[in-house]
């Protein structure tokens, strides 16, 4: 057994379903059980227990779109002009990342809004980062990220886990090749989305995970929190690109999707939000992409 892995064994047990699954954990490390094996029996316990499967990616078949305010009614002068983008196929997750799976890749969840299958919240940029590297380390893949700070590197090849660059969350936002052209993500309709304040909630703060889907089956890229991206805020070009990644270097990172305390517009899918990326905040969370599976 890797050390790696008996790190993971380790977190496992201070989860809050560790009993529902100490026998299979006894079975693996008995050597009865090999690490595939573990996995995909962990994932059914989990599943069993209401665990949301938080591994499950969606296939995004690349394409052409039109990003940004497509509406032409946005307050924010950042997502102008529109423009064309060509993107590549793409694996995203289907939910944002979740304090039990935070946890189990990390061992310690820092949210502010305790709740397993809530979104991990209050977490920063570089956070999410070594969570994609760690989590590729934990799968055997190649990791996507290298270099510290500022000189944060991106192997875009790597099929390892990442962020998202903003071009793509905005696409997987909108529909992908299936969008029906909606400003929020699945619905037209604001009171309908992800949880956010401002829309009248009876109850504001981040909630469990898996409210609102949209045309891909993607839940939650409206409310609840906003979603780091890889990009560089930068403002945009009027002209035709192809897999953006945005600018070389910048002061802040893009997060999308808006949150639990926003107004109805910050969560749009056009919408273009920014953080500091070495503070964690309570309205702002992350899912992973994939280039490759």
Partial sequence: MSKLMKEQLTILKTLPYWDKI???INLYESGKLNRDQFITELLKKRSEKGIINNTKMVFVEGGTFTMGD???????????PIHTVHLSDFHI???????????????VSQSYFEGINNPEDDVSWFNAIEFCNKLSEIEGLEKCYSGTFDNVLCNFKSNGYRLPTEAEWEYAAKGGAKSKGLKFSGTNDSFSVGWYYCGESDDPAIHTIGYRKNELDIYDMSGNVWEWCWD???????????NPTGTATGKEKIIRGG?????????????????YPFLGNVNNGFRVVRSKI
């Fill in 22 to 24: 100490v026998d299979l």
């Fill in 93 to 107: 997750g289907k939910y944002p990342v979740t304090q039990a799976f935070y946890k189990y890749v990390m061992g």
């Fill in 232 to 242: 560089w805020y930068g403002e945009y070009s009027p002209n035709t690109q192809t």
């Fill in 259 to 275: 949150c639990w305390g926003d107004f109805e517009d910050q969560y749009r899918c056009d919408n273009r939000g920014v953080s």
């Fill in 70 to 80: 497509t509406f032409g009614d946005l307050l924010f002068e950042g997502s102008k």
